[in-house]
């Protein structure tokens, strides 16, 4: 990497570069916190796809990664009774409602008028502190800790709002 970045001219000042060559030479530390953040996301990422899926929305089980991406055509007709037409709409929608970004699948290359997201499960641990972030990692049980369990909550209601929308029929 070091040898990359001197040919291309770049300077980097030597703390940088020596955090940069104990962290690539992957110490013991370094693998324990990676596993453990992987651990993390894997069961954030479970419990929104549980929440996704059980509102009526498509998406695949999480195999790697700290996104989920969610087809909610399934849920079109709640979401127009909201104005929601397109990806556009969609991401603005549950960017408001989740307080987090919900980047729509334009962004990703799918069709405007697909209503497709990408959920992160980063914000759903920031617990606005350091000490939270990293209690995350720590904890026996992430998704027991109060910020978690809020933030999951939080999400699970925007979607079953959306379900029961979609089962809801007028009066005749």
């Not at 060559?21 to 596993?35: C, D, K, M, N």
């Not at 408001?96 to 970004?101: E, K, N, Q, V």
Request: proline share 8%; hydrophobic share 45%; aromatic share 4%.
């Amino acid at each position: 990497m070091l040898d990359v970045l001197t040919a291309l001219g770049a300077n980097v000042a030597a703390p940088v570069a020596a955090a940069a060559g104990y962290a690539l030479a992957e110490p013991e530390p370094v693998t324990a916190r990676r596993s453990a953040a992987v651990r993390l996301h894997a069961r954030v990422a479970a419990a929104v796809h549980a929440a996704v899926v059980a509102a009526g929305a498509t998406a695949r089980p999480p195999q790697a990664g700290r996104h989920l991406y969610a087809d909610l055509g399934p849920l079109r007709d709640a979401l127009g009774a909201r104005g929601v037409g397109d990806a556009q709409e969609l991401e603005e929608f549950l960017t408001a409602r989740l307080g987090m970004p919900a980047p729509g699948g334009h962004r990703f290359g799918d069709d405007l008028a697909a209503l497709r997201v990408r959920l992160a499960t980063g914000p759903l641990l920031d617990g606005g502190t350091d000490e939270r972030r990293a209690e995350c990692l720590t904890t026996p049980d992430p998704l027991e800790l109060p910020h978690v369990q809020r933030a999951l909550i939080g999400l699970k209601s925007v979607f079953d709002d959306l379900r029961d929308a979609q089962r809801w029929e007028p009066p005749r």
